[in-house]
């Protein structure tokens, strides 16, 4: 089964990009996430017609979620938003079922500028994610947690780490909190397949960042141990960060035994 997870940074203005990546690549389950549309605006008639059905969790701003899957492979909402706290209503966690599996999908706060108000939003936000994360662990079922984490986790998973040490993706609290997560039991699924090589998932606008290859990999797989001995392979589709008016994020994606 292959596991894909693509920050599309527009859902609807990158429409074509994303159906273009579907039809060639043709994952079996895709996570979505900075959708930037509500609820009513997602484009489900061109999603269906590209061979997906979908889950979804719209927002007008910055946010949104969804899960797409081939059409054939029952998905199953089981529930969205992320809890512990009624009064976020920011759209960035929606959990399925699909094909005995369950897909938490995730878009984490960027929590720039750092320290701030937005910075203390991201750590209080990752907070609650080890909580549901330990809580799904005691399912003992298969679970994925997949998405933008708006992570780097390790010196490796940064082009220049020195640039970065204040920036709210790479500050100690952020790398701490993931590492707090990881140590629950999680495994992380493109380290484990390249533990010691330079893996980019995200490339900015400026500075000629892509075709310099200084890039990011903020864009996870983590496996509970019911699905860490099905991993089998996984990378990042590079190439569709280099097609016109694409996201800054490239797809990512893992293939798991069935």
């Not at 061979?51 to 979804?56: D, M, N, R, S, T």
Request: hydrophobic share 40%; glycine share 8%; aromatic share 12%.
């Amino acid at each position: 089964m292959k596991l894909a997870t693509y920050n599309v940074n527009g859902v609807n203005g990158r429409l074509p990009i994303l159906l273009k990546w579907l039809e060639e690549t043709r994952p079996d389950v895709a996570c979505l996430q900075e959708l930037k549309a509500p609820q009513e605006k997602f484009p489900i008639e061109a999603i269906e017609a590209a061979g997906y059905h979908a889950i979804w969790h719209g927002q007008k701003q910055w946010n949104g979620v969804a899960v797409l899957a081939r059409n054939g492979i029952e998905v199953k909402e089981v529930g969205r938003g992320l809890p512990g706290d009624p009064e976020d209503v920011q759209s960035r966690y929606i959990e399925a079922l699909v094909s005995g599996i369950l897909i938490c999908c995730i878009y984490l706060p960027n929590g720039n500028p750092a320290p701030g108000p937005k910075f203390d939003y991201k750590l209080k936000w990752f907070e609650r994610l080890t909580v549901r994360a330990k809580q799904l662990l005691e399912f003992k079922i298969p679970v994925v947690l997949m998405g933008d984490f708006n992570v780097m986790p390790t010196e490796l998973d940064v082009y220049k780490p020195e640039r970065w040490m204040d920036d709210a993706l790479f500050r100690t609290e952020t790398r701490e909190a993931f590492h707090k997560l990881l140590a629950q039991g999680w495994t992380d699924a493109i380290r484990t397949l390249y533990p010691t090589e330079k893996i980019y998932t995200f490339w900015d606008y400026f500075r000629n960042a892509y075709s310099r290859d200084a890039g990011l990999r903020i864009d996870h797989f983590l496996l509970n141990g019911e699905l860490k001995g099905r991993l089998k392979a996984g990378g990042v589709d590079k190439h569709v960060r280099g097609w016109e008016k694409t996201s800054d994020h490239a797809p990512v994606w893992i293939d798991l035994d069935v």
